[in-house]
């Protein structure tokens, strides 16, 4: 079981990233996925995740900015990015919910 995540990066603030979580030995199509963040100093945050039907659900701090998706076809889920802000800074993390699994994170970082 292993989720891996990429896309990280140095952007400024206003700019877009675009992560992904390639998942293995899950049974993916059948899995809520979800993207948590974990700042320096602060406990790891739910950010948004996406049900096995694909409804999608986020947290205010990023609704608007923020689209989760995933493509059952490839065992991936997405995280877009737009009008990033310096409090976006964190490390990202993807978890998957059965079995719980969690990747080891990828570093977001904005500048202002």
């Known amino acids: 079981v292993q989720l891996v995540e990429s896309g990280g990066g140095l952007v400024q603030a206003g700019g877009s990233l675009r992560l992904s979580c390639a998942a293995s030995g899950i049974r993916f199509s059948s899995n809520t996925m979800a993207w948590y963040r974990q700042a320096p100093g602060n406990e790891r945050d739910l950010v948004a995740l996406i049900t096995n039907g694909g409804s999608p659900n986020y947290v205010d701090s990023v609704k608007g900015r923020f689209t989760i998706s995933r493509d059952n076809t490839k065992a991936t889920v997405y995280l877009q990015m737009n009008s990033l802000k310096p409090e976006d800074t964190a490390v990202y993390y993807c978890?998957?919910?059965?079995?719980?699994?969690w990747g080891k994170g990828t570093q977001v970082t904005v500048s202002s």
């Open positions: 978890r998957a919910f059965a079995p719980d699994t």
